[in-house]
């Protein structure tokens, strides 16, 4: 069964930039979609970004300018770096797999496996 | 970017009780619609995808049903693990968007 773990700082200053990265256990990174979500303290949940095993990547377009997401196959992970980060930066960070399904002459997406979220605080 | 709005933000009900939670999209996303339970220090947990499709190992009270701009999440006989937050989530376009939550509390 595939699992994910977030890992990284839980501190990160302002104006410095956010390092986080997920790895894949229980099953192979290839083939699939992998995404970052974060959640605000007492908040919603944001899409970040995913990116293909392959490489290509799509970005929310509010964060686009600060965020790059990459993948290291061999080492079945895959990272978040957020530049340039504030205090609105800080939340649970979530790194989840993008499904893909074939259905009924469509492709259906959905986020099955989550980690279980890492917090990281912005301060000084 | 399509907004998702979930109605009521919050909801209280008692064990037993039939319970739906409505979705919204500010357009047309055919039937890429996906939910998710969080509880509270917990990730989401995908229940439904592509509106009406349970999740494996998801429980049967749960089901989703809707297409085009309107959609429902129902759960058909409260259980005390049901009470969470729920969230909408569409698949149709990017940037993905999540409803803003829908708190279920006991009553």
């Known amino acids: 069964q595939v699992q994910l773990q977030e890992s990284g700082p839980g501190l990160v200053k302002p104006s410095e930039t956010l390092s986080l990265t997920c790895t894949v256990s229980?099953?192979?990174?290839?083939?699939?979609?992998w995404s970052w979500i974060r959640q605000p303290p007492g908040k919603g949940l944001e899409w970040i970004g995913y990116i293909y095993y392959s490489g290509s990547t799509n970005y929310n377009p509010s964060l686009k300018s600060r965020v790059t997401i990459s993948v290291d196959t061999s080492k079945n992970q895959f990272s978040l770096k957020l530049s340039s980060v504030t205090a609105a930066d800080t939340a649970v960070y979530y790194c989840?797999?993008?499904?893909?399904?074939?259905?009924?002459?469509?492709?259906?997406?959905?986020?099955?496996?989550w980690g279980k979220g890492t917090t990281v605080t912005v301060s000084s | 970017d399509i907004q998702m709005t979930q109605s009521p933000s919050s909801l209280s009900a008692s064990v037993g009780d039939r319970v739906t939670i409505t979705c919204r999209a500010s357009?047309?996303?055919?039937?890429?619609l996906n939910w998710y339970q969080q509880k509270p220090g917990k990730a989401p947990k995908l229940l439904i995808y592509?509106?009406?499709s349970l999740q494996s190992g998801v429980p049967s009270r749960f089901s989703g049903s809707g297409s085009g701009t309107d959609f429902t999440l129902t759960i058909s006989s409260l259980q005390p693990e049901d009470f969470a937050t729920y969230y909408c989530?569409?698949?149709?376009?990017?940037?993905?968007?999540f409803g803003q939550g829908t708190r279920l509390e006991i009553k």
């Open positions: 229980g099953g192979s990174i290839s083939s699939y979609y």
């Open positions: 989840a797999r993008r499904h893909k399904l074939y259905w009924a002459e469509s492709y259906y997406y959905y986020m099955d496996v």
């Open positions: 989530q569409q698949s149709y376009s990017s940037p993905i968007t």
């Open positions: 357009q047309s996303i055919s039937s890429y």
């Open positions: 592509a509106a009406s």
